[in-house]
């Protein structure tokens, strides 16, 4: 039976208690890992707390060198201090980093194996960065089409889900909701603005990253992917703060080179990763998604103003994503 397969070694996982440390266990554990997990503190407020991994008490362990070297491979996914720190700690375990962090580090590499070439390759020492799930999505989408029509340009507008600021963006965006319809005063700490029934095209102020970084790093992750596989150009992105829990949908416009047409470009990204809703059928929207492995399309329509382009509609679980491409580096490394 899956549940008997052997576990022949250990992934140690920093912040298993976040919204993306949540999701991790979850793929790691439905797709069969041949690992034990074991679950680490992110910060001292964890440390000890009884939890549950594969129907057993598993308690979580501090963050130190001990716990980090004992394990084969070690996902990142706690606070991005906590990152920091296992980072300094100079370990030789292989560290899977989706807080971003990371990237700090001298050694990082961007990794997505959903849309990375074959035969990619990475040095042994590499602090295993995983792309943000917006430019992964894009990137599947660019990748099928460009080396079979060529495209002359893209426009993307990416509706960022508040589940991308972790859970403390989920409890505000929450809490917003509620207070309005009680007539109270909106806590502001993560986007220092209404984002409860609004769309953001910037934070306030006092909020403690803008949205343009979020938006510079899709395009930087983007321009990364696109270099390692089909070379197709880089989207001019909007990112769009929406007020939705979990979820990424993406309004794409493409000028080919030689439009191809509608029903060609739903056979050509028709494909294991890439779910196509055609013709009549109702388009991919982001409940519908929710807990599904790649992305699902739909709504190709031809641009009435314009011959050479065409309009998609893309949706994907943004943590399932992430999670997915961390737990597949994971499977390389062991």
């Not at 962090?101 to 990082?108: D, H, K, L, V, W």
Request: proline letters at 7%; glycine letters at 6%.
């Amino acid at each position: 039976m899956a549940d008997r397969i052997p576990k022949t070694g250990t992934v140690a996982l920093v912040g298993s208690e976040s919204l993306i440390g949540r999701e991790i266990r979850d793929v790691f554990e439905t797709s069969h890992f041949p690992a034990r997990l074991s679950l680490i503190a992110s910060g001292a407020d964890e440390t000890g707390v009884l939890t549950e991994q594969e129907g057993e008490p598993t308690v979580v362990v501090p963050l130190d060198a001990l716990a980090l070297g004992a394990a084969d491979a070690v996902f990142l996914a706690g606070s991005a201090d906590s990152t920091r720190t296992a980072l300094e700690l100079g370990i030789d375990t292989p560290l899977i980093d989706v807080t971003y962090a990371g990237e700090e580090s001298p050694r990082a590499r961007l990794r997505a194996p959903m849309v990375e070439p074959a035969g990619h390759s990475v040095p042994p020492d590499t602090v295993h960065v995983i792309a943000s799930p917006a430019s992964i999505v894009l990137t599947l989408i660019l990748n099928r089409l460009h080396p079979r029509h060529p495209i002359a340009r893209v426009v993307a507008h990416v509706f960022e889900p508040a589940s991308e600021r972790g859970k403390p963006g989920l409890d505000e965006l929450q809490q917003q909701t509620v207070n309005l319809l009680s007539f109270k005063g909106q806590p502001k700490a993560i986007f220092d603005a209404q984002l409860a029934f609004n769309l953001l095209a910037r934070f306030g102020e006092e909020a403690p990253e803008p949205l343009e970084d979020f938006e510079l790093r899709t395009e930087r992750h983007m321009a990364t992917l696109l270099s390692a596989a089909s070379r197709a150009p880089i989207p001019s992105i909007r990112l769009i703060q929406a007020p939705v829990f979990h979820g990424h949908t993406i309004s794409l416009w493409v000028e080919f080179e030689e439009n191809p047409g509608a029903t060609e470009v739903e056979r050509v990204l028709k494909s294991e990763l890439i779910d196509v809703r055609s013709g009549d059928e109702e388009p991919p929207h982001i409940v519908g998604v929710t807990g599904q492995d790649g992305i699902a399309v739909g709504a190709v329509t031809l641009d009435r103003n314009h011959p050479q382009a065409c309009w998609i509609w893309a949706v994907a679980d943004n943590l399932r994503l992430t999670a997915s491409n961390a737990v597949a580096v994971a499977r390389e490394l062991l």
